[in-house]
């Protein structure tokens, strides 16, 4: 039985820091980048402590998941913008040919990342993070010293994006000033909606508020949290699209704006979905498990099957990427079953203690 005391949780918070990497990075990255399980020590830091640290932050001040769901778009912010400065870099991953430049930002870099950050950095590992220790769901993990822990490993990361990729990837590049204020001032703004104003007043619907409506079949949540990775990724992040954009040339044309509104519309539209289908009668952790896999095996299987394309059609890293994505796919399912099975013993458990005590 995990511990549920003032004396917080280190295994759920040691849990968190490393899902946080795991599911950003090593599951998708890491198949066409084997090496990234080397370096998950210093993912973990550059990472895990972020999303850690705004977690505690979002716990303390009662927020939920429109809290953390604005705590997503932070950690995008402090990590591309602070930290790799890729929002500006003209040369940084290519980013300034993925569509429009506007003002100097590289506007379809920025739509994938906090797509894909809030999602796959902050919200999916505290969702898995809460289903393995449910006695701490919306609960701190950690102290006053593991907040301070925290905060400081935060700091490091963002100095080791800083230093150890942007500066040796984009040596001498820096973000102007005005940039770099304006979105620490977003930062602060954003903090102050998701710590002051959203807690307390944008209540989730659950199974605990009905409304009437039953959720669809389990297979078809996760049908649609894959697709709408893919579809998401596939518009905004296609493999080979460095040469072939509208906007290669950094162009303003309203071609390259097509696949960012059809993007946007693909997480909007499975945001509303999710909002209204958590609300049904019949909603259960186990539909959790299966929109969060639904969407992380989806996100690997699109980097599986683009990988000829990223590889420049080699071969050999080609089957490398192949192997090392369906051992992650059979992985991660493998997992996600068995956390599935242990949550639906704990039910079986509850029921079974609660029909004994009528």
């Known amino acids: 039985m995990e511990r549920t005391s003032k004396d917080g949780n280190r295994k759920a918070a040691w849990t968190l820091v ?3 990497p795991a599911s950003a990075e090593v599951t998708f990255s890491g198949v066409n980048m084997p090496f990234m399980w080397l370096l998950l020590p210093a993912l973990v830091v550059m990472y895990g402590s972020g999303v850690l640290l705004l977690r505690e932050l979002v716990a303390r001040c009662g927020g939920g998941w429109p809290s953390l769901l604005v705590a997503g778009v932070v950690y995008e912010l402090v990590e591309d913008g602070i930290g790799l400065q890729a929002l500006t870099s003209p040369n940084l991953y290519g980013a300034a040919e993925w569509g429009p430049r506007v003002l100097g930002f590289n506007t379809a870099y920025w739509e994938s990342q906090i797509g894909y950050h809030t999602v796959f950095s902050v919200l999916i590992p505290v969702l898995l993070a809460d289903l393995i220790f449910p006695g701490h769901r919306g609960r701190p993990y950690l102290l006053r010293g593991g907040m301070a822990v925290a905060a400081l490993g935060t700091v490091a990361g963002v100095a080791m994006l800083r ?5 040796t990837e984009d040596p001498g590049y820096q973000a102007p000033l005005p940039v770099v204020l304006g979105i620490l001032a977003a930062v602060a703004v954003l903090l102050l ?6 807690p307390g007043r944008t209540p989730v619907p659950g199974p605990s508020a009905p409304n009437g409506r039953r959720a669809p079949r389990p ?3 996760a049908l649609m949290g894959g697709a709408a990775s893919v579809c998401f990724l596939g518009l905004l992040m296609p493999p080979g699209l460095l040469p072939g954009r509208p906007d290669a040339d950094g162009t303003i044309t309203w071609a390259g704006f097509v696949p960012m509104v059809l993007a946007a519309a693909v997480a909007g539209g499975a945001g509303w979905l999710v909002h209204r289908w958590s609300g049904a009668v019949d909603w259960s952790d186990g539909y959790w498990i299966r929109l969060a896999g639904g969407a992380l095996i989806g996100r690997t299987l699109y980097a599986v099957v ?13 089957a490398v990427a192949f192997t090392v994505g369906t051992v992650m796919i059979a992985a991660m399912a493998f997992l996600l079953a068995r956390l599935d099975r242990r949550i639906r013993r704990r039910a079986a458990e509850r029921a079974s203690l609660a029909g004994s005590l009528t």
Request: overall charge negative.
């Open 219 to 221: 297979v078809f949540v």
């Open 306 to 318: 683009t990988a000829p394309a990223v590889n420049d059609y080699e071969w050999g890293p080609s």
């Open 18 to 20: 490393v899902l946080a």
């Open 193 to 198: 909606l998701a710590l002051r104003v959203l």
């Open 163 to 167: 230093v150890l990729i942007a500066a």
